[in-house]
């Protein structure tokens, strides 16, 4: 194991070094895990985390402030967060859905079905009084009417899900539990769309870039990128790009820009593209950090967050550290 770990560590020296501080970790009053960010305002947000963790900044998340929930004696791990203006959304497991409608001062407990096929794991305001809501099995629901009655969007689930992303564009991205395949889906389509894994190597995560385009991580540090668009039909994909040939696992990623993109992964690794994932850098910033870097959060250009576990946040501070 040690020796892997020199092999590894190896790989991560190889690239060329991110030249300047790009992110800072941030203290959390808390060691669970944070898992999803959003913001009401530039500098009004929120996170909520495993352990019915939710917190609130007023700074723009440069320090966070531990708020109560009336959940009674149950713990929850709250997966997904989103406003639109001060109304807002929380999704968690077990099923759990929460609503706010004054920015977060006070919070309801929404009633699910017993029959909701799957756990709430994607949430998203659409507006005063809509929402939607995609589960781990892959149904969709909208509603219109502060979640009293809801609309399923697709006819039937699309199995348990690895995991399920959402484009600012609406269309969703699923990939299979044991990442032998991907699922889409848009809005119109009434059932998903299944596609195949394109190589041996299982899928890890997918998503999307800021036009809506896919990207896809497999086992072994392997990213490819949409070259083409499913949702139109034709599925073209990037040569696979390896970062580094020491196969770094790596866990997510997103975009900051069209052409700027953040990966993730294990023992803190945090890598970076400015050129669409042509060449890559390693950020050695953060290769103290104790922790496996799982996801990759922009709100915007200007705010990003990366989570990690036991208390583990990183803000994105673009190249300065005194950055607002």
């Known amino acids: 194991m040690l020796l892997a770990a020199v092999v590894l560590c190896a790989a991560c020296q190889s690239l060329p070094a991110v030249e300047t501080l790009s992110w800072e970790p941030v203290t959390l009053p808390t060691e669970a895990s944070p898992l999803d960010v959003d913001f009401i305002s530039d500098d009004h947000g929120w996170l909520v985390g495993s352990e019915s963790t939710l917190l609130e900044t007023f700074d723009g998340g440069k320090s966070w402030e531990p708020r109560s929930l009336e959940l009674g004696d149950s713990e929850y791990r709250l997966t997904s967060i989103s406003f639109s203006g001060d109304e807002g959304w929380i999704a968690g497991e077990p099923a759990l859905l929460l609503h706010t409608t004054d920015g977060g001062k006070s919070w309801s407990k929404i009633g699910l079905s017993a029959k909701l096929p799957g756990i709430p794991k994607v949430i998203t305001a659409l507006g005063r009084d809509s929402v939607e809501m995609a589960t781990d099995q892959g149904a969709i629901y909208e509603s219109n009417d502060g979640a009293q009655h809801w609309d399923a969007k697709v006819i039937e689930s699309v199995g348990i899900t690895r995991n399920i992303r959402r484009s600012p564009g609406g269309q969703y991205v699923a990939v299979s539990e044991r990442g032998n395949y991907y699922s889409i889906w848009q809005p119109g389509m009434r059932a998903w769309e299944p596609y195949n894994r394109n190589d041996s190597r299982k899928l890890q995560r997918m998503g999307f870039d800021t036009n809506n385009q896919l990207w896809m991580l497999s086992r072994g540090g392997q990213i490819q990128l949409s070259e083409g668009t499913?949702?139109?039909?034709?599925?073209?994909?990037?040569?696979?790009?390896?970062?580094?040939?020491?196969?770094?696992g790596l866990l997510d990623l997103a975009y900051r820009t069209p052409n700027e993109l953040w990966a993730s992964g294990g023992s803190g690794t945090l890598l970076r593209s400015t050129d669409n994932g042509e060449t890559w850098e390693q950020d050695v910033t953060v290769d103290n950090i104790p922790s496996s870097l799982f996801k990759v959060i922009f709100v915007s250009p200007e705010r990003g967050f990366i989570t990690g576990q036991s208390g583990v946040l990183l803000r994105y501070i673009g190249g300065n550290s005194q950055a607002a």
Do not use: Y
Request: proline share 16%; hydrophobic share 20%.
């Open 230 to 248: 499913p949702f139109g039909g034709e599925e073209e994909w990037s040569e696979p790009i390896r970062p580094n040939s020491g196969g770094i």
